[in-house]
DNA sequence: GCCTAGGTGGCACCGAGTGCCATTGCTAGC
DNA sequence: GCTAGCAATGGCACTCGGTGCCACCTAGGC
C-alpha cells in the first residue's frame, strides 16, 4: 500500500522515536532496579537497548532525564487542569484541586511510580535534577497563577502560592513513598491541611 | 603527659587548613567572576591557588561546594537561632524572625554575597546543587520545630511549617538579587506576608 | 638517627557529556 | 525503478569532574 498522505510523515517519524524513547526509558529503568542507578552506565544502557551511545544522548538530555522526565508529563497534566479551575476559586484552593486532580498520574501503575519515586529520593544526582525540576515548575504554576486573578493578586502573591502548594505536593509524594496504603489523594488534602493550620 | 599535647596539636593543623580552605576559595570565586563557572576547571582553581588538583578535593567535596558551602553558615546561624527564640511562639513566626535575624549573615559584605547568588541562579547545575542544600535545611529546621512544640505540632505540621518558611526565604532572596535596594529583611517580611495571605 | 603518621600531589582511571564526521536508510523527485 | 538529498545514527576522540592508589615529604616521638 502507497503512501498517499505526503506530509504525514512527521508524525510517522515522531512515533518511531517515541517507541524508541519508551525502549530506551524501559531498559533504563530495568537496569537501575536490577544494579542501581550510578552502577548502570549509559554504554550499558544503550547497549541493552540496541543504539549507540552518542544516539542516546540525543533522546535524552542526559542519564537523569531517563528517570524524570516522565515527572514532566504531570506536571503539565497539573498545570492545563490549574488553568481549567474556575478563576473565582481561591489560588490555594486551585492549586491543591489540580494538583490532586493530576496525582492520578501517579495513581496508575503505582509500582511503577513507586520504584521511581524511591530511585530518585535515594540518589542524589537525580534528586537535585528532580529539585531543579520542581523548581522550574513553580515558574509555570505561577504564570498560570497570575494570569487567573491578575486583578486580586500581586506577582509576589503568585509565586508564593505555586511555591508553597508545591512544596505540599512534593511532601505529600514523599510520605506515601513511606506508606503507599495511606493513598495520594488523602496525604495530599492532610498537607494542604496542615499548611493552612500552620500558617493560620 | 603527652595527652595535653594532642589536644592542642589539631587546633594549629585546623587553623592551617582553614586558611587554605579560605585561599582556594577566593581564587576560585575570583576566576567565576573573570571567565564564568563553567569555563574555570578546577585545575585552573588549583593551579590558581598553589594547590594540587588532588588536593582541592580534600578540601571540597566537589567544584560546586567552594560555592556553596557559605549558605551552610547561614542556614546552621538560622537553626541556632530559631531554637533560642521562645517556645510559645507559633512555629511560622519562630522561622520568620530566625531567618530575618540570620539574614544579617547576607548583609555583611553584600557585594560578595550578592556575586554568588547570581552565580548560583545562572549556572544550572549549581542551582540544583544549592535546592539540594536547602532540602537538606527543611530537615534541619523541621527537628527544631518538632522539639520545640512536640505537645502542639505533629511531625507533618513542622516540615510542613520548615518547608514553606524556607520556600519563603528562598523567595526573597531572589528578589533581592534583582532589587538589593529593597533591602533583603524588607523582602522576607513581605514574602511571609503573602504567605499568610495566600493562604489565609 | 630512625620511624610512624598525616598531608600532599602526581598518575591513571572511570564515566558523563559533546563536537565532528562518515555511514546508513528513508523520502522525494525524475 | 533509480538516484539525489536529507536526517538519523553511531563511532571516535576529546574535555572535564571525580576517585583510588601510591610515592614523597615533613614533623614529632622513641
Given at each position: ?67 524524570l522526565w516522565r515527572f514532566d508529563q504531570f506536571a503539565r497534566r497539573a498545570v492545563a487542569l490549574l ?15 489540580a494538583l490532586?486532580?493530576a496525582?492520578?498520574f ?24 528532580q529539585?531543579?525540576q520542581q523548581?522550574r515548575w513553580k515558574t509555570w504554576f ?24 508545591l512544596?505540599?505536593m ?31
Amino acid at each position: 500500500m502507497s503512501k498517499s498522505q505526503a506530509v504525514a510523515t512527521p508524525s510517522l517519524l515522531e512515533a518511531k522515536q517515541e517507541s524508541v524513547r519508551t525502549t530506551i526509558g524501559e531498559h533504563a529503568l530495568r537496569l537501575f532496579a536490577e544494579r542501581g542507578y550510578e552502577a548502570s552506565t549509559v554504554d550499558d544502557i544503550a547497549r541493552a537497548a540496541g543504539i549507540g551511545r552518542r544516539t542516546f544522548f540525543r533522546y535524552f538530555d542526559g542519564k537523569d532525564a531517563v528517570v524524570l522526565w516522565r515527572f514532566d508529563q504531570f506536571a503539565r497534566r497539573a498545570v492545563a487542569l490549574l488553568r481549567a479551575r474556575p478563576s473565582r476559586e481561591p489560588g490555594l484552593t486551585a492549586m491543591e484541586r489540580a494538583l490532586t486532580e493530576a496525582s492520578e498520574f501517579y495513581n496508575q501503575d503505582p509500582e511503577q511510580s513507586l520504584r521511581i519515586l524511591k530511585l530518585t529520593e535515594a540518589t542524589r544526582s537525580l534528586l537535585a535534577q528532580q529539585l531543579l525540576q520542581q523548581d522550574r515548575w513553580k515558574t509555570w504554576f505561577a504564570e498560570v497563577l497570575r494570569e487567573r486573578g491578575k486583578h486580586v493578586e500581586g506577582s509576589l502573591q503568585s509565586d508564593i502560592t505555586a511555591a508553597v502548594a508545591l512544596e505540599a505536593m512534593a511532601l505529600a509524594v514523599r510520605r506515601w513513598v513511606d506508606a503507599p496504603e495511606l493513598g495520594l489523594s488523602a496525604l495530599i488534602a492532610r498537607c494542604f491541611a496542615a499548611l493552612r493550620k500552620g500558617v493560620r
